[in-house]
């Protein structure tokens, strides 16, 4: 079946450290991802995607790594700021191609 | 620019009450539209999705039912509320597509208490 996880329910760093958030997905056929960052009380916001005909996509200091052999998605921040405190959710475009499936999230927070 | 809007942003309504949520997209036309659920605390789990007035497609079966009177307005509904119902309602829009790789863009949703 499809489904999408994260590897940690919650990740602490300190402010200016890179920080890692891991997605492990199960549907080999998958080919569109997209991380989103979700604020308390608001919808989640588009951070950047990737196809599966890339490996790696930059963005304004996040990059977005998928190693479809193993089939796993992270999203690495760099130069972590307090305002990146938030839960990160990896999701993906499903079987029929109709509508994306997401992970439960990882929560970041940062310290200053 | 696309902008999204859903309302209320917050609702509190008894057991078997009527429920309607309302979501409109302005500055793109014949968007794909969807309702998400979001339970305190976990990912999101996709309810209903659109690429068309007037075509819904229900993704499980539950309580609640969704309609698109026009091409911008997504609606969710329920004749009868129940207490599973209480949760995070988030409405989406992506630019149309056979094939939906694109992303998806999130209204602020509305936190349903039912009591």
């Known amino acids: 079946g499809e489904s999408v996880g994260l590897h940690l329910p919650t990740l602490s760093v300190q402010e200016g450290d890179n920080s890692i958030i891991n997605c492990a997905y199960s549907?080999?056929?998958?080919?569109?991802f997209i991380w989103y960052k979700q604020e308390s009380g608001k919808g989640p916001q588009f951070i950047i995607d990737?196809?599966?005909?890339?490996d790696k996509r930059q963005g304004q200091r996040v990059t977005v790594l998928l190693n479809k052999t193993v089939k796993h998605l992270s999203l690495q921040i760099a130069a972590t700021q307090p305002g990146d405190s938030a839960v990160y959710f990896c999701?993906?475009?499903?079987?029929?191609?109709?509508?994306?499936?997401f992970g439960k999230g990882t929560t970041l927070s940062v310290s200053s | 620019s696309q902008t999204i809007h859903q309302w209320p942003a917050t609702l509190v309504q008894p057991v078997g009450s009527p429920l309607s949520l309302e979501c409109t997209v302005e500055?793109?036309?014949?968007?794909?539209l969807y309702w998400y659920r979001q339970a305190a605390g976990r990912g999101l789990q996709l309810l209903f999705y659109?690429?068309?007035?007037?075509?819904i497609s229900s993704e499980v079966p539950q309580n609640l039912s969704a309609s698109r009177p026009q091409d911008r307005q997504f609606i969710l509904s329920s004749k009868k509320l129940l207490l599973s119902d209480s949760g995070f309602y988030l409405c989406?829009?992506?630019?149309?597509?056979?094939?939906?790789?694109?992303?998806?863009?999130f209204g602020d949703g509305t936190r349903l208490s039912i009591l």
């Open positions: 500055g793109t036309s014949n968007p794909n």
């Open positions: 659109s690429v068309g007035i007037g075509q």
């Open positions: 999701a993906e475009l499903n079987q029929a191609g109709t509508a994306l499936i």
């Open positions: 990737i196809r599966s005909n890339m």
């Open positions: 549907n080999s056929a998958s080919d569109y």
């Open positions: 989406a829009w992506s630019v149309t597509g056979g094939r939906s790789n694109q992303p998806q863009h």
